[in-house]
């Protein structure tokens, strides 16, 4: 009597099955993969006549590049990930990106011993267009952004803190958690703050407003003002309006390069 | 100042007075012109200024013409200014007082103040554009050449026809720019969709994907810059393109490292190599990528990660722990250093000299004070004097 489906025939014939889907499955990836090969080869000639058409669009109009990224944000695609990738390659996005980041990290290190490594997005703005020269494309507060955001992958602690309706950059390893961050925005008013507006304004006990002006200090983002009228004051260098207009020394220049 | 036409200063048919201001001087890009004391009048079309002195001397200039406009705030012994940019005279503008100028922008000057109030009104009708949808006709006023003044309206609208045709050409290019743009996204999408869907069937089979096919797809995703999801665990972030890029790099960065005592931070490295480049410059990934790569390449140089998340490039022939040591040398001599103090006495960045102190605090060689006044470290006579 046959018995279906038992035995070692029906065992192998099963074995042999399983192998031949998997051999299908391969087929089916390489399939797919010579399918994405031939559209990216489509892809490529479609951005080419894209850049070929509004190149200089996207160089010279910043608006133009904010729309740009969003939609590229929106799709899943960094235009900014690899200099090998193809929008950095025909569209020239990278360069212009990468460069920047060179110009932000560079800036930032001269300032660094004033400002402890924070500095405002507007400085940050103001001494890149400085050191890129009258002829030197236009750049945008949003391109700064990012570039930084490109910069943070380097580890060595760039990052961007919002405060009342701008951003600060900082630019070096220190750690900034929530309590800090709350704190520099409180200072953005006025450049500085003491612990009685802290604890009035956060609700938080003398301790914790003490050990995050204490930490500030310790990083050289914060100068304190014993002398100030009242009680002590900390200011944050980073929100001098008066450097703003000062240049990088040439000592503070060599500092920066390597 | 060559934009500006002479006018009779009455307002046109349609055309509203929305502000005006005394005590202003008109320049013609940095030059003072003879026009020093007048009144300038905002319309829903254009700019006039007239002489205080001497009314019938009256010059007019339409909004159409206005670019951009910026504020120049004042300073000692100078008045604040509105800086107007123009776009060139057409060539049937009505006669003014001047044919030519070198600069193309003007500068009001409120030598009586009134110009915070000005330029909001300004740039509000310079967002408004009324003059583009409310057409002028004839002065309703007897003019003193009736003619003229007909002549004169059909002028400027004219003008301002020309004006509004280019405006709609900029428009266009822009406009045709956001729907090339567009397209191209959908077509992008649809790339990132198929990566998605060749990701999945990678993920179901479970690493029963060759190598040569990860590679080949690795590269596609890099190429469009679409995130890599599945392919990370099995064989790292790495392309064959970062591959190249290592053994690249330990070539360039062998001498820059030996100069200085071997290790740099990537941020420096960034900076380095693309200076260097100048064109084709690397992303801030493809560096990490690719130094990532340097060990298991057994290239001379490796990738050294401390605990800050700071990231440095080390030659192999480095060795930190041993640095300490003459570190601890240093601190020793001097009593106690800052990483700042330490810094400057060896010549590092002030950001490896931390690291390197840290490193030395974790091994026990140092201990740190930490107070207001900064981080500073001391030998740890803990360990040496028991």
Not at chain 1, 87 to 109: A, K, N, P, R
Not at chain 2, 107 to 128: A, V
Not at chain 2, 182 to 210: C, H, P, R, W
Not at chain 2, 215 to 244: C, D, W
């Given at each position: 009597m046959h018995r279906r489906g038992v035995g070692a025939g029906a065992i192998a014939k099963k074995k042999l099955a399983e192998a031949k889907y998997k051999e299908r499955g391969t087929v089916l990836a390489e399939d797919?993969?010579?399918?994405?090969?031939?559209?990216?080869?489509?892809?490529?000639?479609?951005?080419?006549?894209?850049?070929?058409?509004?190149?200089?669009?996207?160089?010279?109009?910043?608006?133009?590049?904010?729309q740009f990224q969003d939609m590229c944000a929106t799709i899943g695609v960094d235009p900014l990930a690899s200099g090998k990738g193809f929008w950095s390659e025909m569209l020239g996005v990278g360069d212009f990106y990468y460069e920047l980041g060179v110009q932000i990290i560079e800036v930032c290190l001269a300032l660094k011993h004033r400002n402890g490594g924070l500095i405002t997005l507007e400085e940050l703005h103001q001494q890149v267009l400085k050191g890129r020269g009258k002829f030197a494309q236009d750049v945008s507060q949003d391109d700064l952004l990012r570039a930084i955001k490109k910069l943070k992958v380097l580890g060595s602690g760039f990052g961007i803190i919002p405060v009342g309706g701008t951003y600060l950059v900082q630019s070096v390893p220190a750690e900034l958690n929530m309590d800090h961050t709350v704190v520099l925005q409180l200072a953005e008013k006025k450049g500085y703050v003491t612990v009685s507006e802290i604890r009035s304004s956060l609700k938080w006990e003398m301790e914790r407003a003490k050990q995050v002006l204490e930490h500030l200090l310790k990083e050289g983002m914060a100068w304190l003002d014993t002398q100030a009228t009242g009680e002590p004051q900390y200011w944050l260098p980073a929100l001098f309006t008066e450097l703003y207009s000062q240049e990088i020394t040439p000592e503070e220049a060599k500092e920066a390069i390597p | 100042m060559d934009r500006f036409s002479w006018t009779s200063g009455l307002l046109e048919l349609g055309e509203t007075l929305v502000v005006q201001q005394r005590g202003v001087r008109l320049y013609d890009g940095e030059e003072k012109v003879k026009f020093d004391s007048g009144v300038l009048l905002l319309s829903t079309h254009r700019l006039l200024w007239r002489d205080q002195k001497n009314h019938e001397c009256c010059i007019a200039v339409p909004l159409s013409q206005v670019v951009f406009i910026e504020?120049?705030?004042?300073?000692?012994?100078?008045?604040?200014?509105?800086?107007?940019?123009?776009?060139?005279?057409?060539?049937?503008?009505?006669?003014?007082?001047?044919?030519?100028?070198k600069y193309s922008y003007i500068k009001l000057s409120f030598k009586e103040h009134g110009q915070i109030?000005?330029?909001?009104?300004?740039?509000?009708?310079?967002?408004?554009?009324?003059?583009?949808?409310?057409?002028?006709?004839?002065?309703?006023?007897?003019?003193?050449?009736?003619?003229?003044?007909r002549i004169r309206a059909v002028g400027i609208v004219g003008i301002e026809r020309k004006?509004?045709?280019?405006?709609?050409?900029?428009?266009?290019?822009?406009?045709?720019?956001?729907?090339?743009?567009?397209?191209?996204?959908?077509?992008?999408?649809?790339?990132?969709?198929?990566?998605?869907?060749?990701?999945?069937?990678?993920?179901?089979?479970?690493?029963?994907?060759?190598?040569?096919?990860?590679?080949?797809?690795?590269?596609?995703?890099?190429?469009?810059?679409?995130?890599?999801?599945?392919?990370?665990?099995?064989?790292?972030?790495?392309?064959?393109?970062?591959?190249?890029?290592?053994?690249?790099?330990?070539?360039?960065?062998?001498?820059?490292l030996e100069e200085r005592g071997g290790i740099m931070s990537l941020t420096e490295v960034y900076c380095l190599v693309n200076r260097a480049r100048g064109l084709e410059l690397l992303s801030p990934e493809d560096l990490v990528n690719a130094c990532?790569?340097?060990?298991?390449?057994?290239?001379?140089?490796?990738?050294?990660?401390?605990?800050?998340?700071?990231?440095?490039?080390?030659?192999?022939?480095?060795?930190?722990?041993?640095?300490?040591?003459?570190?601890?040398?240093?601190?020793?001599?001097?009593?106690?250093?800052?990483?700042?103090?330490?810094?400057?006495?060896?010549?590092?960045?002030?950001?490896?000299?931390?690291?390197?102190?840290?490193?030395?605090?974790?091994?026990?060689?140092?201990?740190?004070?930490?107070?207001?006044?900064?981080?500073?470290?001391?030998?740890?006579?803990?360990?040496?004097?028991?």
């Amino acid at each position: 009597m046959h018995r279906r489906g038992v035995g070692a025939g029906a065992i192998a014939k099963k074995k042999l099955a399983e192998a031949k889907y998997k051999e299908r499955g391969t087929v089916l990836a390489e399939d797919q993969l010579a399918q994405m090969s031939k559209q990216l080869d489509m892809f490529k000639t479609n951005l080419e006549e894209f850049a070929s058409k509004h190149k200089q669009e996207i160089r010279k109009n910043p608006e133009f590049r904010v729309q740009f990224q969003d939609m590229c944000a929106t799709i899943g695609v960094d235009p900014l990930a690899s200099g090998k990738g193809f929008w950095s390659e025909m569209l020239g996005v990278g360069d212009f990106y990468y460069e920047l980041g060179v110009q932000i990290i560079e800036v930032c290190l001269a300032l660094k011993h004033r400002n402890g490594g924070l500095i405002t997005l507007e400085e940050l703005h103001q001494q890149v267009l400085k050191g890129r020269g009258k002829f030197a494309q236009d750049v945008s507060q949003d391109d700064l952004l990012r570039a930084i955001k490109k910069l943070k992958v380097l580890g060595s602690g760039f990052g961007i803190i919002p405060v009342g309706g701008t951003y600060l950059v900082q630019s070096v390893p220190a750690e900034l958690n929530m309590d800090h961050t709350v704190v520099l925005q409180l200072a953005e008013k006025k450049g500085y703050v003491t612990v009685s507006e802290i604890r009035s304004s956060l609700k938080w006990e003398m301790e914790r407003a003490k050990q995050v002006l204490e930490h500030l200090l310790k990083e050289g983002m914060a100068w304190l003002d014993t002398q100030a009228t009242g009680e002590p004051q900390y200011w944050l260098p980073a929100l001098f309006t008066e450097l703003y207009s000062q240049e990088i020394t040439p000592e503070e220049a060599k500092e920066a390069i390597p | 100042m060559d934009r500006f036409s002479w006018t009779s200063g009455l307002l046109e048919l349609g055309e509203t007075l929305v502000v005006q201001q005394r005590g202003v001087r008109l320049y013609d890009g940095e030059e003072k012109v003879k026009f020093d004391s007048g009144v300038l009048l905002l319309s829903t079309h254009r700019l006039l200024w007239r002489d205080q002195k001497n009314h019938e001397c009256c010059i007019a200039v339409p909004l159409s013409q206005v670019v951009f406009i910026e504020e120049q705030a004042a300073g000692i012994g100078k008045s604040a200014k509105i800086v107007v940019h123009l776009h060139p005279a057409s060539s049937n503008k009505e006669p003014g007082p001047f044919q030519s100028s070198k600069y193309s922008y003007i500068k009001l000057s409120f030598k009586e103040h009134g110009q915070i109030e000005f330029y909001r009104r300004l740039s509000e009708e310079m967002t408004q554009r009324r003059w583009e949808s409310i057409p002028t006709g004839q002065t309703i006023q007897v003019n003193k050449d009736p003619q003229a003044g007909r002549i004169r309206a059909v002028g400027i609208v004219g003008i301002e026809r020309k004006l509004e045709e280019k405006r709609k050409e900029t428009d266009k290019n822009i406009s045709e720019a956001f729907e090339d743009l567009s397209k191209l996204m959908e077509k992008a999408k649809e790339m990132v969709e198929l990566s998605k869907s060749i990701a999945n069937k990678i993920k179901e089979k479970q690493g029963d994907i060759t190598e040569d096919e990860t590679i080949r797809f690795k590269s596609y995703l890099l190429s469009m810059g679409i995130a890599n999801p599945v392919t990370r665990e099995t064989y790292g972030s790495g392309t064959q393109y970062h591959m190249q890029l290592a053994k690249q790099l330990a070539g360039i960065l062998q001498t820059p490292l030996e100069e200085r005592g071997g290790i740099m931070s990537l941020t420096e490295v960034y900076c380095l190599v693309n200076r260097a480049r100048g064109l084709e410059l690397l992303s801030p990934e493809d560096l990490v990528n690719a130094c990532k790569m340097l060990e298991s390449l057994k290239l001379p140089l490796r990738l050294r990660i401390f605990d800050s998340g700071v990231m440095v490039i080390e030659l192999q022939s480095h060795n930190e722990e041993e640095m300490v040591a003459s570190a601890l040398e240093t601190v020793s001599e001097k009593g106690s250093l800052t990483a700042d103090e330490f810094a400057k006495l060896v010549g590092m960045s002030v950001l490896l000299a931390k690291e390197r102190l840290l490193l030395a605090e974790k091994m026990g060689h140092l201990c740190r004070d930490d107070s207001v006044e900064g981080l500073r470290f001391y030998p740890n006579l803990f360990l040496t004097q028991s």
